[in-house]
């Protein structure tokens, strides 16, 4: 079934009261951003909402990228996770029919709001700690051999799927999408996990318990020379889409500058061997951890590294779709998608929004006309503490990972401006590249996948989902969500024609009701005009040609 996008979403969710089924988040709260529209956050195949109910709150997760199994997958998950009772997982509810947008019911997600900081946040403020990150390799250890145990594994280990406590002794997992359990042998995955963390060899056929092995390895070297050499964290220019290593590293481990960096520190570098080794054999080859970490298993030749470490003539492989931050049609394509934003800083503005609380905006262009920004709400500048762009920033190159919010309309001094946006709500979104740095990532728009990345191979386990006849869960206990008719071909002509005749003024969000009266931007702005009567007059001849062709079908 096709979801809503997050247009859709955001604009139910201001009344949550009238879309939301469930009776506690009926009665909810959402937080919202600066403009008054609530937060959405990316996670695998849904976006994320943070719900307030009287003292407790929820992950509200809904789904915006189709799966033909997923009902009968989160039942099965749901199913092994309760047996478990472990405090690994946070218990969950999938509700099939949990919010209701224009007349049909979609599925959601309620889960407990997991406690402690990301490992993404984690690092970004202990990466210089090492017994904290002695006892962080202790408990994803622990944690490994858990999954190994119960023979399931998660799909998609790395630092913004794990929650850690203050002094990183104990981990918990959150972001179900696409875990393996006992019932799903013989399916195929649902997706690929992050590429940083991921064997370049695996597939969507690989779908077995042994999925989180390879991320465990990664993640424990990286932590292992953290502990020895904190000054590596900035050598690799680690984030919390990267860690030490990246998938440019294990595509060509014997030319990789990092793999030659902790080839020197004592006490890791024969893991570090190891870890070279294991990325060149195959996927299903994999060992667990605790055998790693005692040598055993390790299959694959031996490789032979640079003594002077030459770059790779591989090219950037991301953890996300790459987008320049100039190029305002390729970032629009991406609304709702987390990506990787490239630019050089424009201008930077500060000021007080209509909630009475500050705010920065980051311009990559010109404010006006169409444009991109950062934006960093009050919530964000807590987020990222003291080192806040100012206007000594402009000039500078930044890498930018986050969800590209729905674009925004607005008026200044009879200057019209259209501006999309990524939300920073977490330290670490921001990373500073010198330019050349930044200019090797965006060569890599448009240039050919290199082993499978993320992207591709996520829309391959797209085309096949469906397919699979290996999944077994227990039996429905509601009935399925309704789906829209399907729409006749001229139906479908005709929204198309509508759809060119809006192009031009598509990049608008529904007004947030928490705005009266403007909203701040890199000029103060005004709510999103209404259309003019120019408009009402193009729908009018498109809706007259598309009845006229409806008419001439029937004939």
Known sequence: MAYPTLEQYNEALQSPHLVLQDAELKHGRLKTSGLGLPLALCGGFALTYTVDVSSKR??????????????????????????????????FDFIPNGIRIQGSMYPIVKMAWAQGRTLAEFLESEHQNAQALQRLRQALAKLAGFLEQN??????????????????????????????????????ATELGQVNF????????????????????????????LTISPSLWNVSRSEPSAVVFRRNDFLDPGSSIIFGEVLKLPGVANHAKNLARVVIGEFQSVPTLANFLQDKGVIGGEIIFKQKTIPSTIGYQGAYPVCDATKYAQVLAQVGSRIELIG???????????????????????????????????????????????????????SITGLVDPPYKGQAKAVSYIHLS???????????????????????????????????RNSDILSTMGKDRGISAPPAQSPPPNVAPQKSSNQQLLERMQAQASQATRPTTATPRALTQSAPAPRPMSAPKRSSGTDWIVWLFFIIVGLSLLRSCVK
């Not at 913004?160 to 997992?173: A, C, I, K, P, R």
């Not at 092995?213 to 424990?220: A, E, I, N, V």
Request: include cysteine; charge should be positive.
């Open 198 to 225: 991921q064997h370049p060899k695996r597939t969507a056929k690989a779908f077995n318990e042994k999925l989180d092995r390879f991320s465990f390895l990664t993640l424990d070297v990286a932590l292992h020379a």
């Open 151 to 188: 023979q399931i594994a998660h799909g998609d280990i790395q630092p913004e799927n794990v929650m850690v406590s203050v002094d990183g002794g104990t981990v918990q997992l959150i972001d179900y999408d696409g875990m393996f359990v006992e019932g799903f042998k013989g399916a195929t």
């Open 344 to 398: 050089q800083i424009h201008s930077i503005r500060t000021g007080w929004g209509a909630n009475k609380k500050p705010y920065i905006f980051v311009n990559f262009s010109d404010w006006r006309g169409q444009a991109i920004k950062l934006s960093i709400w009050s919530d964000g500048m807590k987020a990222i503490g003291s080192n806040l762009p100012d206007k000594s920033w402009v000039g500078r190159w930044l």
């Open 58 to 91: 929820f992950a509200l997760r809904c789904f915006h990228k189709e799966s033909r199994e997923l009902e009968q997958r989160y039942r099965a998950i749901s199913a092994r996770i309760k047996q478990l009772a472990s405090p690994y997982f946070l218990p």
């Open 422 to 456: 990524i939300t920073i709500t977490v330290l670490g979104q921001i990373q500073q590249l010198p330019e050349q740095e930044a200019q090797f990532r965006l060569r890599s728009l448009g240039s050919p996948p290199v082993a499978n990345p993320v992207l591709s």
